[in-house]
């Protein structure tokens, strides 16, 4: 038996059960990772908390899977990869451009490719930002409030990052097909 087991609403800790209910009601299943992660319901929490913020910022859902799928690959977390791959698809990330992030390429897509830029900056450089940097960003047609809004999303990402790197969710049968590779970026 794994260390974390893969939980059901039924059987997580209490005080993690209101969180995988409403990821049940928002994708129609409890993701693995979410199964995995509410063994602490302190981490389950703090993930649900920030991750709503973030979907309630003024960033698009293309552009939050953008930074998602993004922070997956720059933190070479294969589960994380493959969910995010049919998110930003099913959101409407073109194929190219959603293969392109898979392989550590920017988008062809301008806007999407500075959101990509400045996550897989933020990640290498922890948080250290330059000048450049920013002003790239911010030539892009992005604002500054948006610059701190990529930074939420990148901390829900880390968060589901490391804890797939230390949980190792099974990849669902409906993602199979995006399955991701570390080696392969």
């Known amino acids: 038996m794994s260390v974390y087991p893969l939980h059901t609403i039924e059987s997580a800790p209490v005080q993690s059960q209101p969180v995988l209910q409403e990821l049940q009601r928002s994708f129609g299943m409890v993701p693995n990772i979410a199964a995995k992660m509410s063994n602490s319901p302190v981490l389950i929490n703090a993930f649900i908390g920030v991750f709503q913020r973030v979907h309630a910022s003024s960033l698009t859902e293309p552009q939050i899977q953008t930074v998602l799928l993004t922070n997956a690959v720059t933190n070479a977390s294969e589960w994380p990869v493959a969910f995010h791959t049919a998110l930003a698809l099913k959101e409407g ?93």
Not at 107 to 129: C, F, N, Q, V
């Open 93 to 185: 990330v073109s194929h190219g451009d959603v293969d392109a992030i898979r392989h550590a390429r920017l988008p062809e897509d301008t806007a999407l490719a500075a959101l990509s830029a400045l996550a897989r900056t933020l990640i290498e450089k922890r948080g250290r930002l330059s000048g450049p940097d920013q002003q790239r960003f911010l030539e892009a047609g992005f604002s500054a409030e948006q610059l701190l809004e990529v930074i939420a999303v990148v901390a829900a990402s880390t968060i589901t990052n490391y804890a797939a790197s230390v949980t190792h969710p099974a990849l669902e049968a409906q993602f199979e097909k995006f399955v991701w590779r570390a080696h392969a970026a």
